[in-house]
Every structure is written in structure tokens, then in C-alpha cells.
């Protein structure tokens, strides 16, 4: 217990401060991390060559960025009030999450006493680190559209040693009266198969599929199939040259990238075949949780960015979305990542109205609105999970399947439909009628 047994305004005074921290760590990450790096923005990168020498007072949170705003010919007009807010929101609400979880916010069972504080601040500490990600995330995916790995493939390490090491650390829901975990079988009771073989094997199989996702390659399967899987395979080995010039060069070699996939792949399987062996049965509870949150998660947003992408035969929704929901479901567990998906449309009027009219722009990507989402179940965790428990997700793993398969279907017939009946309207617009 960190922070439970202190004085309330000493608390405050140091969660204020570690909200600072972690406020001026995200501004760093939104402008390292990204992957047009143009604009060294925060105090603590690597001074742009136009910009005027820094201030040791441009270091302290939220008043430094009144002295950066010196910079606004380099970065542009108003370029300092974005941080400004973002190190300003995180200094007064750290300590407020930190009040509403010991109150009970998450679990719903009032004020907590002293010996469920070590879970609260797991709980905390642990969401905390989950809502700095989701910031980064979704600044980076207003500014690039896109989402960069350094922030998903970092997030779903943690979510995985997390799950491993603190079980207590998943969300918490009401069994016959008393507070438990979620784990991948709730609200039905558990049941031991995923501790054996079987678990270990699906266990490894999604780890190597989101490796596998992950990897850079170059898909192209209108040669064939067989062609196309060599052709991916080779991209990978070998990427593609820079210049077409036929002249003697140094043998390609993988990326760095392919280079620090592959090496985490590698810890990353002999990690779990050690944890199915040594961890206790509700350590690979979490852990095994985890991995369906992360199949579920990813897997649902992959599945429909193929969908859509197919009917509307450009890119629907980018595969940073996927990484993100890979990301998510690791910390939360696959039924919050369903929420978390159904959530999303919802998420989106509260954020696409605010963000046309400050920007006026009326493209924006999903990852905000999932990130909006996971805070929205996170906040309304209780509430959410008492209204669904038995009436949705208490029918069992396999009709709730074959209703999302369904689902999927439906969503691809209506796609098409749209799509059919605007070639019919704005033939102009379309070179051919759908297939």
C-alpha cells in the first residue's frame, strides 16, 4: 500500500506530481513515438534546429509551455495550448481517479477498507498506465492517423507480465455476493481445461499470430496464393530496395523492426511455456484471460476492417485500430473488448463534433473513439457489467459466437447494399459496379 495510509493532502500533493510526470512523459511520446517526427514540441526532445534555445523554466509542467510558446513561427500558432491541457488534465484528475477507485468507483462496493488497498492501487496503477497509452494513442491518431507500435507492442507487454504477476489486477465482478476477478469464462463458472496443454497451445498460437501481424511484409496475392505467401515471406527476410538502380550493393537484411519483433516473439514463447509450468492456477487464469481478450479484441476489428475493406474496396478502419484492440483486450479481458467495440459508435458524437469544430476537418480515425470507449467501461464498469452479465454474455461462449458471425454477415450484405445502391445513384463516381 503505496499511497492508502497517507495523509490526504499529502497524497494528493504526490499523485499531482506523478500526474505531471506522467502528463510530460505522454507529451514526449506523442512526438517521439509518432511516425513523421517533424516537430520537436516538448521541452525534453532534441531542439529543433529553428527553434530558440530552451529555459530551464520551459521544464516545469503546465507553466513551462507559456514560455515555449516562443516557438509558435517554428511550430505554429497555438501549438503550446494542446500539452498545456494535457500535463493541466492529468496534474487535477490522477489524484481524483486514485479518490474514486478507494471509494469504490470500480467494484461498486463503497468506501474501500484497509485490506483491499493493495488491489485498489493495482488497480490504479495499472489502469493508469493503460490511460497514459490511450493518450498517446489517440493525440498521435489525431495528428498522423495512424497508431505506431511503440505505443501498442509496449502496452500489450506490460498487459501480459501484468496479467501474469498480479491476477488481482483484472477487472472485478460480483460472484454470490463478494467481489472476484473477470476471467475469460465469466459470468459462467470456471472450469480448469485452459491449465493444461490446450491453453498453453492457444496461449502460443495468438501471441504468434499478433507477432506474425505485426511483421512488416508486402501482401500481394494476385499472382496466386502460393506466390502470394512467398512473396510475404521473402518481404520479410528481405525487404523491398529504396531505388530500383541495378548495381551491386550489400545484401538486404531485415528490418529493425522485424529484427525487435522477432526477438520479442522469441522471449516472448519461451516466457509462457515457463508460466504454464510454474505459475499458480490463477495466475494462468489472468494470464490465459488476457490472450482471449487479445484474440477477441484484435481479432473483431480485424475481422471487420477485412470485411469493410473488401465491400468498399478501400481501407475501412487502419491496422493500427487492430493493434490497439490487441493492446486493450490484453489489460481488460476479451468481454470489455466487445463492450469497448459497441461503445465506439456512441464515443464517436461526443468526439467528432469537438474535433470538427476545432479543426474542421471531417476525416478522423477510430482509434479515439476506442480509446473514449475503454475510459467510458472503465468509469461505468459496474453499471455496464451488471446490465449485460447474464442476459448477454451469460448465454455462453458459443451462441454469442454464432450471433457474431452473424452479425459480421449482416454487416457485409448491408456494405454491399450501400454500396450497390450508390453505383446506381452516382454512377459517375464509381469506374465499375461493385462485384
Request: hydrophobic content about 55%; glycine content about 8%.
Amino acid at each position: 500500500m503505496l499511497l492508502f495510509n497517507l495523509n490526504n493532502s499529502l497524497r494528493i500533493f504526490i499523485l499531482a506530481v506523478l500526474g505531471a510526470v506522467i502528463a510530460a512523459a505522454i507529451n514526449w511520446a506523442i512526438y517521439r513515438w509518432a511516425y513523421f517526427r517533424k516537430r520537436s514540441i516538448s521541452p525534453w526532445l532534441k531542439l529543433d534546429e529553428k527553434a530558440k534555445p530552451r529555459k530551464s523554466t520551459d521544464y516545469v509542467p503546465v507553466l513551462g509551455w507559456f514560455g515555449v510558446r516562443r516557438d509558435a513561427d517554428v511550430h505554429g500558432k497555438g501549438f503550446w495550448i494542446r500539452p498545456l491541457l494535457i500535463e493541466l488534465v492529468w496534474i487535477i484528475c490522477l489524484p481524483l481517479f486514485y479518490n474514486w477507485h478507494v471509494e469504490g468507483g470500480l467494484s461498486g462496493g463503497g468506501v474501500v477498507g484497509a485490506a483491499n488497498a493493495a488491489t485498489i492501487e493495482i488497480w490504479f496503477f495499472v489502469q493508469t498506465i493503460l490511460l497514459a497509452l490511450l493518450t498517446v494513442a489517440t493525440f498521435i491518431d489525431f495528428d498522423e492517423k495512424t497508431i505506431p507500435d511503440g505505443v501498442t507492442v509496449t502496452g500489450l507487454i506490460i498487459a501480459l507480465l501484468v496479467a501474469a504477476l498480479a491476477p488481482m489486477s483484472r477487472l472485478p465482478v460480483l460472484v454470490k455476493g463478494a467481489n472476484s476477478f473477470l476471467h475469460f469464462n465469466s459470468p459462467l463458472e470456471l472450469t480448469d481445461w485452459h491449465q493444461e496443454t490446450t491453453g498453453l497451445v492457444l496461449a502460443l498460437s495468438i501471441f504468434t499470430i499478433w507477432y506474425l501481424a505485426l511483421l512488416p511484409k508486402t501482401i500481394n496475392f494476385r499472382l496466386g496464393f502460393f506466390k502470394g505467401i512467398k512473396i510475404m515471406i521473402g518481404s520479410v527476410v528481405r525487404p523491398r530496395r529504396k531505388t530500383k538502380i541495378d548495381i551491386r550493393s550489400t545484401p538486404r537484411k531485415p528490418l529493425l523492426l522485424t529484427k525487435i519483433l522477432t526477438a520479442i516473439w522469441l522471449v516472448g514463447t519461451i516466457a509462457i511455456f515457463v508460466a504454464w509450468q510454474t505459475l499458480p492456477a490463477i495466475n494462468k487464469t489472468s494470464l490465459f484471460s488476457a490472450f482471449m481478450g487479445m484474440a477477441a479484441g484484435g481479432g473483431l476489428v480485424w475481422t471487420v476492417r477485412i470485411i469493410a475493406s473488401s465491400v468498399l474496396n478501400q481501407e475501412a478502419m487502419g491496422f493500427g485500430d487492430v493493434t490497439l484492440m490487441f493492446m486493450i483486450g490484453a489489460f481488460l479481458g476479451w468481454q470489455p473488448s466487445l463492450l469497448i467495440f459497441g461503445l465506439a459508435p456512441f464515443s464517436m458524437l461526443l468526439i467528432a463534433l469537438a474535433y470538427f469544430i476545432a479543426t474542421r476537418d471531417n476525416q478522423m480515425a477510430f482509434g479515439p473513439y476506442l480509446c473514449l470507449s475503454t475510459l467510458i467501461l472503465i468509469l461505468f464498469w459496474n453499471p455496464i457489467w451488471s446490465a449485460v452479465e447474464l442476459s448477454f454474455f451469460g448465454i455462453g461462449a458459443k451462441p454469442l459466437l454464432i450471433i457474431g458471425v452473424g452479425a459480421l454477415v449482416l454487416m457485409a450484405v448491408m456494405l454491399f447494399g450501400i454500396q450497390w445502391v450508390k453505383f446506381k445513384l452516382l454512377p459517375e463516381v464509381y469506374d465499375e459496379e461493385p462485384n
